[in-house]
């Protein structure tokens, strides 16, 4: 099996850079603690601040909660409507003809999302394999400063239907035999063993778990091999014939599952965007843990 061509690695990328074509984009975004009893799950804050620290030279910057998703939702990172969106990667230069590439820090899941999202619009993206960090420990050079930004450009989604689902077509298709629900939180969280910051603790029921974190590479924030990420998906019952529904805390982390289970030429795939930050706080919606 060989690298998954959305996929770049760093040194792909060194190679590319000064390409008039090339977009490449930091999306970091971190989750931030907030005080026992508040009514949201973390408090999401842009990484501009590590960006103008230290960036990839001629990166841009997006902020996924900021320009990115929908401000109205009760949830964080909830996908928007088609025209924000246009919008917002026009704003960055970014459209179907650019080499666009995406990157986080400390976890490839922010880069993950918009590349999800991107696909969802009809328009390719790559990954850049071990991020910013991977990037760094190989003495890469690095630019500081404000994102200076691309020229502006037109973009024209042409949306694919059915990558991102709600809460009502989850409930629906749980026990259908087509089908198989796939948290991608660890396992304490997916069989409810500890209290979870989304609300009640467990999981949607009949759920598999594939958590993200077992498919990247502790030492280098690498992604896991191709045949090692088909090996855990096949564990839990994961085949090409079913539909897959993935889910997390807020939707980010289980793009990582989505990213390989792609690669891997699954093409029934969609993404729950609410996941647990809607699940488990109503009450009407069914719940297990072990």
């Not at 694919?160 to 796939?182: E, H, M, N, Q, Y």
Request: aromatic share 8%; hydrophobic share 40%.
């Amino acid at each position: 099996m060989t690298q998954p061509s959305s996929l770049i690695s760093t040194e792909q990328l060194a190679s590319m850079l000064g390409d008039p074509h090339l977009r490449i984009s930091d999306c970091t975004t971190y989750n931030e603690p907030v005080p026992p009893g508040s009514d949201v799950p973390y408090r999401a804050v842009p990484g501009d601040k590590t960006f103008e620290a230290g960036h990839i030279p001629g990166a841009d910057f997006l902020d996924l909660q900021g320009e990115f998703s929908d401000a109205a939702a009760q949830q964080f990172f909830m996908m928007p409507g088609i025209a924000q969106l246009e919008a917002a990667f026009g704003r960055h230069g970014i459209d179907a003809s650019k080499t666009i590439v995406l990157y986080s820090i400390g976890t490839m899941m922010w880069a993950t999302r918009f590349w999800w999202m991107l696909r969802s619009l009809g328009v390719e993206a790559k990954v850049l394999d071990g991020g910013f960090d991977k990037w760094k420990v190989e003495g890469r050079p690095v630019e500081q400063g404000a994102p200076k930004g691309y020229p502006p450009s037109t973009f024209k989604a042409a949306p694919r239907a059915g990558l991102f689902v709600d809460k009502s077509v989850v409930l629906a298709k749980r026990d259908d035999p087509s089908t198989v629900i796939v948290n991608a939180l660890g396992p304490q969280f997916h069989r409810g063993l500890e209290p979870s910051r989304y609300g009640r603790p467990g999981r949607v029921p009949g759920s598999r778990n594939v958590p993200a974190a077992t498919l990247v590479n502790p030492a280098d924030k690498t992604l896991t091999t191709l045949a090692d990420a088909e090996a855990k998906f096949h564990a839990q019952g994961i085949t090409r014939d079913k539909h897959v529904i993935c889910y997390c805390g807020g939707g980010i982390s289980a793009t990582i599952d989505l990213f390989l289970l792609t690669a891997l030429g699954y093409d029934k795939l969609t993404l729950y965007d609410a996941s647990m930050g809607e699940w488990a706080k109503d009450t009407s919606l069914p719940i297990e843990t072990d």
